[in-house]
């Protein structure tokens, strides 16, 4: 409960801090409806020419759409704007303010800003998952909703630990941000199912940079795909990837030197 305050003490100052600026509400909304009308334009290219892409339907697309930009809110909203600061403050040497203070250092550093406006993507994506399933005609019963909260959590966390990890290496390395567009530039790719990808791209969409377990594994418990195999293999590289992430940032921060040091 200790965290959970936290995490609303940096939310309403996050809040309070973007309803300086109101007009990055408009601005992201219009960005967002224009990547939601480009992902959609292009599923509508794609189905003129054929009936199933990689052996997805339409309407499982449009689930795999909606869960791309709920993930991807979670990243621009939190996950990102936090770890910006993460690595500007090693950078700046005014972490030590951080690790003074009588908290977990991982955890405040993993929610200190959060960009309230980039929600508008999470907010547009509850209406593409309803239309979906909808569409599916998808009864999701207890079981159902709990896989898909299920693996949406693991994906969550597998990003969250691996953009963790890459950012951690600011310790080592003056500037890193450049890491992070690279990222985004590689989540796109979670807008299509990983099948249709070359051997090689889906092992590195997997494992490498693991977008597919952010998005095509939820999408398939939306759609009723998922595997028995696959949903405990999220959990598995969930639960993995955040104890070496952990381990990465203590060692991260035997390498730190501050302000103060």
Request: aromatic share 12%; glycine share 8%; proline share 3%.
């Amino acid at each position: 409960m200790r965290y959970f305050r936290l995490f609303a003490t940096y939310l309403r100052l996050g809040v309070l801090g973007e309803l300086e600026y109101r007009a990055n509400f408009w601005i992201n909304l219009l960005q967002s409806l224009l990547e939601l009308g480009v992902a959609l334009g292009g599923l509508a290219v794609v189905f003129t020419h054929t009936d199933n892409l990689g052996g997805w339907q339409p309407d499982e697309l449009l689930a795999l759409v909606g869960v791309y930009f709920l993930i991807g809110g979670l990243i621009r909203t939190l996950i990102r704007p936090s770890m910006s600061k993460f690595m500007e403050d090693v950078r700046q040497g005014t972490l030590d303010f951080t690790l003074t203070k009588p908290a977990d250092a991982q955890v405040l550093v993993s929610i200190q800003r959060v960009e309230i406006w980039r929600m508008v993507d999470v907010l547009i994506a509850i209406p593409v998952l309803s239309t979906a399933l909808l569409r599916l005609g998808a009864q999701l019963g207890p079981a159902e909703t709990l896989t898909f909260a299920v693996t949406l959590l693991s994906g969550s966390l597998i990003i969250y630990s691996f953009l963790l990890m890459l950012s951690t290496c600011a310790f080592w390395f003056v500037r890193v941000e450049n890491i992070q567009v690279i990222f985004m530039s590689m989540w796109q790719a979670g807008r299509w199912p990983v099948s249709i990808y070359p051997a090689w791209l889906r092992a590195v969409l997997t494992f490498l940079v693991p977008v597919a377990f952010a998005t095509t594994v939820p999408a398939s418990a939306v759609s009723g795909r998922i595997t028995t195999a696959t949903l405990f293999g999220s959990i598995a590289l969930a639960a993995a990837l955040l104890l070496v992430s952990r381990w990465f940032w203590r060692l991260g921060i035997r390498f730190y030197s501050g302000a103060s040091a």
